[in-house]
């Protein structure tokens, strides 16, 4: 994605162009759709989602820093967005496993909830981590974000952001061990780097 490009199309959309933001979503939509089928495993979660985050994009526009990688704010947004919808599916579950006990049955199952989408052994991986250590690891080796950046944009101590790091490539690796032999070829995919 072109910085330049993206600002200039952010100044005609600010001007009220309708036409750039749809440029806007042409040149975003893969990454948004990426970022999220990481963060979130359910298919229709994700395509909600997306429509949280370009809704929340044109609303939050006007306090856009043009200063700051556009890249860098979108992707805060889709981190905040993917959040909210964790907590709001997290209240509807109780809700509704309340509802479903105090009828006298449970016609929820897991299983269906958290089915994989991936045949990817180390996104399998990444994807059951606990949500606050898998969306460091997207956005340290899928976005390549330094700690410092993903502790500004997740709004945590930079400390917090590499406690939560160094945890994740641990659970990582001892998985990876865990695998029967020539499933994966090496953690060194992984990475090791504390930047």
């Known amino acids: 994605m072109n910085e330049w490009e993206v600002q200039q199309l952010l100044k005609r959309l600010a001007a009220g162009d309708l036409a750039a933001f749809d440029r806007i979503y042409e040149m975003t939509f893969q ?22 985050v370009y809704v929340g994009m044109w609303l939050s526009l006007p306090r856009y820093d043009p200063g700051r990688p ?42 269906s909830v958290l089915a994989a989408e991936t045949r ?13 250590l898998r969306v460091v690891i997207i956005l340290r080796y899928y ?11 997740l709004q945590i101590p930079l400390g917090t952001v590499k406690s939560r790091h160094h945890h994740a490539l641990k659970k990582l690796r001892r998985q990876l061990e865990e695998r ?16």
């Open 31 to 52: 990454d948004v759709y990426r970022t999220l089928s990481l963060l979130l495993v359910n298919r229709g979660d994700i395509e909600d989602v997306m429509n949280e």
């Open 143 to 153: 976005h390549d974000y330094t700690l410092e950046e993903m502790a500004e944009l």
């Open 70 to 111: 556009f890249r860098y704010w979108l992707h805060g947004l889709i981190v905040r967005k993917a959040q909210d919808w964790r907590r709001k599916a997290w209240r509807r579950l109780r809700l509704l496993k309340r509802a479903n006990w105090a009828k006298g049955t449970d016609g929820w199952t897991d299983d």
């Open 180 to 195: 029967p032999q020539g499933k994966v070829a090496s953690t060194d995919d992984l990475g090791t780097t504390t930047t």
């Open 120 to 132: 990817q052994e180390v996104l399998t991986l990444v994807r059951r981590l606990p949500y606050k």
